[in-house]
């Protein structure tokens, strides 16, 4: 079974974009515009206290007619943030993610931040996983 740990290695970069929560929203979204992802780590003292995603930003800020520039990062963060080690697999993400309707998982270890893996990470290990398996069955049938 794949590990957290063995998706963070093949993604190649562990750089997780990370955001104060006294930054303004409009400082997060540019962030996520510029890195082309859709969440961004809300980190204080080195330490994961939210994240912020687009769908907060649209829920939050977009519908309810406020200012991406005069609100903080605080004001509209997930504070409750569900993290994995990275010792999980694929399979107990998958179900975590499920379950929460997640679509990003903070990999923490020992309170530090290692990586940030999407559903998207995860479906790529499973399909991978998938297609070692029929590698393996096929050359196990034709002997």
Not at 19 to 39: C, D, F, H, Q, R
Not at 47 to 65: C, F, H, P, W
Not at 77 to 94: N, R
Not at 121 to 129: F, I
Request: hydrophobic share 40%.
């Amino acid at each position: 079974m794949t590990t957290v740990n063995q998706v963070l290695k093949n993604k190649g970069s562990n750089e997780v974009a990370t955001i104060s929560p006294y930054e303004t929203v409009l400082a997060a979204i540019s962030l996520m515009a510029n890195k082309g992802i859709g969440a961004v780590v809300v980190v204080e003292d080195q330490n994961v206290v939210g994240i912020i995603s687009e769908r907060d930003y649209t829920r939050k800020i977009a519908l309810l007619e406020r200012r991406s520039d005069d609100t903080t990062v605080a004001e509209i963060m997930t504070s409750k943030v569900i993290t994995v080690p990275g010792s999980y697999t694929v399979e107990q993400c998958l179900e975590l993610m499920t379950d929460k309707h997640l679509r990003h998982l903070p990999v923490v270890e020992n309170s530090q931040l290692k990586g940030l893996i999407s559903i998207g990470d995860l479906v790529k290990a499973t399909m991978e996983d998938q297609k070692v398996l029929i590698q393996q069955l096929q050359q196990y049938i034709s002997g």
